[in-house]
């Protein structure tokens, strides 16, 4: 009798052991749940302040869909409509023009002294880099105590282009209508209507 009961007792502890388990799993995933809509909550709350913040430092003609932190350290910025901001986006300086249809991919950096002009209906990946100046290179004086080589008409990127991944956009470019630059390129010269280009420098391969 004292050897079953000890089994009842046993298997009564076991049961309530693994009762316990299935609880504390549920509760964990209780957990798990609310912490996800949490997060998702915060980021939706972070991506208005963003939205609210680009739309009260810009000039845009409608409300631009920003879909993570965007950097702003820039004056005279015009945006057209329906222009996408990615992740970690970083425009930097003055007399930045956007067109509308426009996406602007991830961690991509606009740096504009004299200015720097989008067409509509352009797409720009990814890590891409696009300044209109460079650092003076006089001998006899420091680097870094010269004036920068800023370019006399910016650059100008045309309609329906798309300038691929980590490309570096510098002074003296112009990228045409229709252009093509491949991933990893660089542009300091004029790209015409409807070439593909890749390269450093980039070079003419063929056209749509």
Not at 58 to 85: D, H, I, M, Q, R
């Amino acid at each position: 009798m004292y050897i079953a009961a000890e089994g009842h007792i046993k298997e009564k502890v076991s049961k309530t052991g693994i009762f316990r388990d299935k609880q504390i799993e549920k509760s964990e995933y209780m957990i798990q749940k609310l912490l996800a809509f949490l997060f998702m909550l915060r980021r939706s709350f972070l991506l208005r302040l963003q939205r609210a913040y680009v739309i009260t430092h810009t000039e845009c003609e409608s409300t631009p869909k920003v879909k993570g932190e965007v950097y702003l350290n820039a004056t005279g910025v015009k945006l057209g409509k329906n222009v996408t901001f990615y992740q970690g986006v970083y425009l930097w300086g003055g007399g930045i023009s956007v067109g509308s249809n426009v996406d602007i991919g991830m961690n991509t950096v606009i740096f504009a002294k004299k200015g720097v002009f989008i067409g509509n209906n352009t797409s720009i990946a990814g890590q891409c880099y696009i300044i209109d100046s460079n650092h003076g290179t006089k001998i006899g004086e420091l680097i870094r105590n010269q004036e920068d080589d800023v370019s006399k008409d910016g650059i100008h990127i045309g309609n329906d282009v798309w300038i691929a991944a980590q490309c570096v956009i510098l002074k003296g470019a112009k990228i045409n209508d229709g252009a093509i630059i491949g991933a990893q390129s660089l542009v300091n010269c004029e790209i015409p209507a409807n070439a593909i280009a890749v390269g450093t420098p980039a070079k003419v391969i063929g056209y749509r």
